[in-house]
């Protein structure tokens, strides 16, 4: 199932505690919050992320789909001037034109829909030993739990709102 992953960071672990101790109060899964800290940084006491997560899979994934969308766009546009130089029937255009504009629509539902935060963003902050949390909840709690880690908690700074796809815990 996807979630939306919200970013928030926090000066320092004790805070972070803090938020994560009062978000698990609130019915969120500890397993779906995820603490990462720069060099040096504390997360003793907090859920880690994963591997997957600290290496930001879910940014190399993404980046390989856009990628492999932009190359199916291009082949099938190359296809296109092809089958209209060669003596072929006009409807054959039609599969090189219906494969660009499904890509086109995939690209532009991905563009448009898709949040995108990646931990690229936040590694400055990390270098100055701030924590960042990653909390997947549903879409309809988005909403709630930001206000309740700024109305209880306005240190913490919103990095965002991003996916996270359970099954590949990313």
């Given at each position: 199932?996807?979630?939306?992953?919200?970013?928030?960071?926090?000066?320092?672990?004790?805070?972070?505690?803090?938020?994560?101790?009062?978000?698990?109060?609130?019915?969120?899964?500890?397993?779906?919050?995820?603490?990462?800290?720069?060099?040096?940084?504390?997360?003793?006491?907090?859920?880690?992320?994963?591997?997957?997560?600290?290496?930001?899979?879910?940014?190399?994934?993404?980046?390989?789909?856009?990628?492999g969308n932009l190359a199916l766009f291009f082949l099938a546009l190359i296809a296109l001037v092809v089958f209209a130089l060669l003596p072929l029937s006009w409807w054959w255009l039609l599969l090189p034109a219906g494969i660009m504009l499904v890509s086109f629509l995939?690209?532009?539902?991905?563009?448009?829909?898709?949040?995108?935060?990646?931990?690229?963003?936040?590694?400055?902050?990390?270098?100055?030993?701030?924590?960042?949390?990653?909390?997947?909840?549903?879409?309809?709690?988005?909403?709630?739990?930001?206000?309740?880690?700024?109305?209880?908690?306005?240190?913490?700074?919103?990095?965002?709102?991003?996916?996270?796809?359970?099954?590949?815990?990313?």
């Amino acid at each position: 199932m996807m979630k939306r992953r919200l970013y928030f960071l926090l000066p320092d672990a004790e805070h972070a505690r803090m938020v994560v101790n009062e978000l698990e109060a609130r019915g969120i899964e500890r397993n779906f919050i995820h603490a990462i800290a720069g060099r040096g940084g504390d997360v003793n006491g907090l859920p880690g992320a994963s591997r997957m997560q600290l290496n930001d899979l879910g940014a190399r994934i993404e980046h390989y789909l856009w990628g492999g969308n932009l190359a199916l766009f291009f082949l099938a546009l190359i296809a296109l001037v092809v089958f209209a130089l060669l003596p072929l029937s006009w409807w054959w255009l039609l599969l090189p034109a219906g494969i660009m504009l499904v890509s086109f629509l995939t690209g532009l539902e991905f563009v448009m829909h898709t949040p995108n935060v990646h931990l690229a963003e936040f590694q400055s902050a990390m270098r100055h030993r701030e924590i960042l949390l990653m909390i997947d909840v549903p879409a309809g709690q988005v909403a709630d739990v930001e206000e309740t880690v700024h109305r209880r908690h306005p240190e913490a700074i919103t990095g965002g709102v991003g996916w996270s796809v359970n099954a590949l815990q990313v």
